[in-house]
């Protein structure tokens, strides 16, 4: 990809913006002159977010679609995020916050959820937002496509819409984190207008030209180049958005995204993308500010085909764990930045940790160790010392995925097993990893969405399906299953972490997936964007955001 200026990233975008200036500056227009029939004294009145103006936002790759309701994919989140609104959103403090449903009620057993939606909301194309999109959103949509929410949607007796603003959920047991996932990443409302008696889902022009209800509207996804946005003028929440426009560029190149940041051809940039050898020199720039550490806890993991002849036992997957040098993978591909993982759901969750279960002390660094294992598992080694040939397929975009990919094949090759590395194109990955099971080795990570069983049951739980972004090793334990569906209707959140403490003592010592470490999150934002950083996802609130001088 050639080298884009920000004149560029704006340039191309103008195709598609109403009349809008789109310099990143652009100044608000100015305020027709202020009547003067009134001589009392002055009384400043402070000046509220600038209007206009275009935010330039970073990505490594094209999302895999526009329709946020079939996906978890981080690229999709992003722009979706904007497009769309969930039912609440969560701030900073993990609080739950109004959106599309301006206020609910909670039954006393908490099987019973009535909300309030707002009125007056309307979708890009005009037509009134109502509870039967809401309906018809949880019913054809989330539960049956959704990486995460397809489980949330099982949970519900009935969804029903009595009126036009109303929505009433029923459960079939209580669930301890439903509103927590309502927001727009786990469920953002579509259009049933849209969807409904037009064939295929994942089919639907939708998923490439969205309609939503969020702040800002489609213009534009040229693959491979951009995906752009203009504020929806009739957007609920009034006066909102400020910017004029929203410009995604795709650069694949990690080096050229931090660059992008500094050299201010770009606004913004989630860690998620940040090639983290880039955070020292970035964290000096006197030009941008920086957010860490305040996120849904997120893992990063290896997951292990466990239908792999070499990887069908549990020793050989704990071989694997004593091999892999996860304290090497933080400093060299992380730039230090990351928390060791402590166990199958890593740190995040402090009220689930158990210290039975902490793989510092289960698998600390033993070559010997590990090839006793690989012997005991029957994976012997050949006269050359050869004990198996694996692939480790990896997401090309993620820097430190490939960074961190190359440690494991060294790793690896010191007990015998030889690692190809395969560094695709995300949705090439994603075919692989998660539709053909053509892997053996795969990097990937998950965020919790604020809790485990939200983000994290997916990674272990039986699944039958093959949908991205879950179980993809082929591992199924039944009473593995059972402790986490009873933990996800236990209300009290101690008898909660006793479920999860079993479970996790199962998960460490049968290793489906391996827990590389916990996420550390750095983003970075121009200081010329006022409003950032609102929410605790980065995505979300991009309403919010102005552009100063």
């Known amino acids: 990809m050639k080298k884009l200026t920000r004149r560029t990233f704006l340039k191309v975008s103008a195709g598609g913006a109403a009349a809008a200036g789109l310099a990143a500056c652009t100044p608000a227009a100015p305020a027709a002159p202020a009547a003067t029939a009134a001589p009392a004294a002055a009384t400043a009145v402070p000046a509220g977010p600038a209007r206009g103006g275009t935010a330039v936002i970073v990505m490594d790759s094209d999302p895999d679609t526009l329709n946020l309701g079939v996906t978890s994919n981080y690229s999709s989140g992003d722009v979706g995020a904007k497009l769309y609104n969930g039912l609440i959103w969560v701030d900073t403090n993990f609080g739950i916050k109004p959106s599309l449903?301006?206020?609910?009620?909670?039954?006393?057993?908490?099987?019973?959820?009535?909300?309030?939606?707002?009125?007056?909301?309307?979708?890009?194309?005009?037509?009134?937002?109502?509870?039967?999109?809401?309906?018809?959103?949880?019913?054809?949509?989330?539960?049956?496509?959704?990486?995460?929410?397809?489980?949330?949607?099982?949970?519900?007796?009935?969804?029903?819409?009595?009126?036009?603003?109303?929505?009433?959920?029923?459960?079939?047991?209580?669930?301890?984190?439903?509103?927590?996932?309502?927001?727009?990443?786990?469920?953002?409302?579509?259009?049933?207008?849209?969807?409904?008696?037009?064939?295929?889902?994942?089919k639907n022009p939708a998923g490439l030209k969205p309609i939503g209800t969020g702040p800002y509207k489609f213009v534009e996804w040229t693959k491979g180049a951009s995906v752009k946005l203009a504020r929806y003028e009739n957007y609920w929440e009034k006066g909102k958005p400020y910017l004029d426009n929203l410009v995604f560029p795709i650069i694949p190149q990690a080096a050229n995204r931090g660059t992008a940041l500094e050299t201010?051809?770009?606004?913004?940039?989630?860690?998620?993308?940040?090639?983290?050898?880039?955070?020292?020199?970035?964290?000096?720039?006197?030009?941008?500010?920086?957010?860490?550490?305040?996120?849904?806890?997120?893992?990063?993991?290896?997951?292990?085909?466990?239908?792999?002849?070499?990887?069908?036992?549990?020793?050989?997957?704990?071989?694997?764990?004593?091999?892999?040098?996860?304290?090497?993978?933080?400093?060299?591909?992380?730039?230090?930045?990351?928390?060791?993982?402590?166990?199958?759901?890593?740190?995040?969750?402090?009220?689930?940790?158990?210290?039975?279960?902490?793989?510092?002390?289960?698998?600390?660094?033993?070559?010997?160790?590990?090839?006793?294992?690989?012997?005991?598992?029957?994976?012997?080694?050949?006269?050359?010392?050869?004990?198996?040939?694996?692939?480790?397929?990896?997401?090309s975009a993620r820097a430190p995925f490939v960074t961190a990919a190359q440690i494991i094949k060294e790793n690896l090759k010191e007990i015998g097993i030889e690692v190809e590395v395969q560094a695709v194109e995300r949705a090439v990955m994603t075919q692989k990893v998660y539709t053909d099971r053509d892997y053996d080795l795969t990097l990937q990570s998950f965020v919790s969405s604020g809790d485990p069983a939200i983000g994290y049951h997916r990674l272990y739980v039986t699944t039958t399906t093959r949908v991205a972004s879950t179980n993809a090793t082929g591992y199924s334990n039944t009473v593995v299953d059972g402790l986490f569906a009873k933990a996800a209707v236990t209300p009290d959140q101690g008898a909660r972490a006793a479920l999860y403490v079993e479970a996790q003592k199962i998960l460490a010592d049968e290793m489906p997936t391996l827990v590389l470490y916990d996420d550390d999150t750095v983003n970075f934002a121009s200081k010329k964007l006022a409003g950032v950083f609102g929410a605790i996802d980065v995505r979300d609130r991009w309403e919010d955001v102005s552009l100063t001088k």
């Open 101 to 202: 449903a301006e206020s609910w009620t909670i039954s006393p057993d908490a099987k019973v959820y009535t909300f309030k939606l707002r009125q007056g909301v309307t979708w890009h194309d005009g037509k009134p937002f109502t509870s039967a999109d809401a309906v018809y959103t949880f019913q054809e949509i989330l539960g049956k496509f959704h990486p995460r929410s397809q489980a949330l949607v099982k949970r519900m007796k009935s969804i029903e819409a009595p009126d036009a603003n109303t929505l009433v959920i029923t459960l079939v047991d209580p669930y301890a984190p439903l509103l927590l996932q309502l927001n727009v990443f786990e469920a953002p409302m579509l259009p049933k207008h849209l969807f409904d008696g037009q064939g295929d889902v994942l």
């Open 264 to 395: 201010g051809e770009a606004d913004f940039l989630a860690s998620f993308y940040l090639p983290l050898t880039d955070v020292e020199r970035l964290s000096k720039s006197d030009k941008l500010n920086q957010k860490r550490g305040i996120a849904f806890p997120a893992i990063y993991f290896m997951m292990m085909n466990n239908a792999t002849p070499a990887l069908a036992k549990k020793e050989a997957r704990q071989a694997i764990a004593f091999a892999v040098d996860r304290a090497r993978i933080i400093t060299q591909a992380n730039a230090g930045i990351g928390r060791i993982g402590r166990g199958p759901f890593g740190d995040g969750f402090k009220w689930l940790l158990d210290p039975a279960v902490d793989y510092s002390k289960m698998y600390p660094r033993d070559v010997a160790k590990a090839k006793s294992l690989l012997d005991a598992a029957g994976v012997a080694a050949a006269a050359d010392g050869t004990r198996a040939k694996l692939r480790l397929v990896v997401d």
